[in-house]
């Protein structure tokens, strides 16, 4: 019979196997999209399949897990997994994930967070709140980092050439746009479409 907090080996097997298959189709996907020529292309489908097996992978989890509810665990279990998730968003905004593809991770992040049964000693609310909050403080560090990347590549794409830089001293160029003011406030996405395109694909 099965006594609560006590999961058997053949069930720990099927959890990690549910585990494993997601983190090896994600996996795979990347891999593949990142030898495709067109990066464009490859965001794109990259994003719908990362969104696609995070969201079967986390139903199959959940419910697994409050058909063979957990041992409780320490809070140190809490703490590896928000370090996770806090690396997640930083991680999708470094390959370029589409926006869109990136808040519905986040959202189906955020509702398996509630929907999962206790698993550690910290207990409710504190569980969903850390893993919330990690994903959340993620996002924010994520879209600094992205947009310091972003302009640094509209730097180096506007810096003059040596010549021009010879020519500049005796006759000054007009002075330019500010390199915030081609990007998009709150998904940092060029708003040139060619300029895009060669930062995804850099």
Request: aromatic share 8%; hydrophobic share 55%.
């Amino acid at each position: 019979p099965f006594v609560r907090g006590v999961v058997p080996p053949p069930a720990s097997l099927e959890l990690n196997a549910i585990i494993a298959s997601g983190v090896s189709i994600v996996l795979c996907a990347r891999v593949w999209t990142h030898r495709d020529v067109d990066q464009l292309r490859a965001r794109l489908l990259f994003g719908r399949v990362c969104v696609c097996v995070v969201t079967g992978t986390t139903m199959c989890l959940i419910n697994w897990l409050h058909a063979h509810p957990p041992a409780l665990s320490s809070a140190a279990v809490v703490f590896v997994l928000a370090v996770m998730w806090f690396l997640a968003p930083i991680y999708l905004r470094h390959i370029a994930v589409y926006t869109s593809h990136r808040l519905l991770y986040s959202a189906v992040c955020c509702v398996a967070f509630a929907a999962l049964p206790t698993f550690s000693v910290l207990g409710r609310p504190a569980e969903p709140a850390c893993l919330v909050g990690a994903l959340l403080l993620g996002e924010a560090v994520g879209y600094l980092i992205e947009r310091r990347l972003r302009l640094a590549h509209l730097k180096h794409i506007n810096a003059p050439p040596a010549a021009a830089t010879v020519a500049s001293a005796t006759f000054p160029p007009s002075p330019a746009a500010p390199p915030s003011a081609a990007l998009h406030l709150w998904t940092l996405e060029f708003a040139d479409a060619d300029l895009e395109a060669q930062y995804v694909s850099d």
